[in-house]
Nanobody, 121 residues
Framework: QVQLVESGGGLVQPGGSLKLSCAASGNIFSIYTMGWYRQAPGKQRDLVATMSSRSSTNYADSVKGRFTISRDNAKNTVYLQMNSLKPEDTAVYYC???????????????WGQGTQVTVSS
């Protein structure tokens, strides 16, 4: 079994910063891509940022220049540093990972439980 556990969400004023963390644990051989998605009330879940095992990154246009994704492969952990936060960044942020559970396995996709980020004065 594999678990993704997020932390670091909360309430922040516009212009402020937050750093999210997501640690993967359980039956893991290696992790290919880790990333973050978000879902605002009444809207679909959208990509925020992803990073491959070779450090290739992909960002949503709306967060480029403000958010930075990073990984600690030794800890199976992905981070999202969020700066210059705006009210429109308010959403539940979900961690996502593509994981090989053992050598020769296929990729399995996993989601975390989500962490709320609220940007408001």
């Amino acid at each position: 079994q594999v678990q993704l556990v997020e932390s670091g969400g909360g309430l922040v004023q516009p212009g402020g910063s937050l750093k999210l963390s997501c640690a993967a644990s359980g039956n893991i051989f290696s992790i290919y891509t880790m990333g973050w998605y978000r879902q605002a009330p009444g809207k679909q879940r959208d990509l925020v940022a992803t990073m491959s095992s070779r450090s290739s990154t992909n960002y949503a246009d709306s967060v480029k220049g403000r958010f930075t994704i990073s990984r600690d492969n030794a800890k199976n952990t992905v981070y999202l540093q969020m700066n210059s936060l705006k009210p429109e960044d308010t959403a539940v942020y979900y961690c996502n990972a593509d994981i090989y559970r053992w050598a020769g396995d296929r990729l399995y996709n996993y989601w975390g439980q989500g962490t709320q980020v609220t940007v408001s004065s």
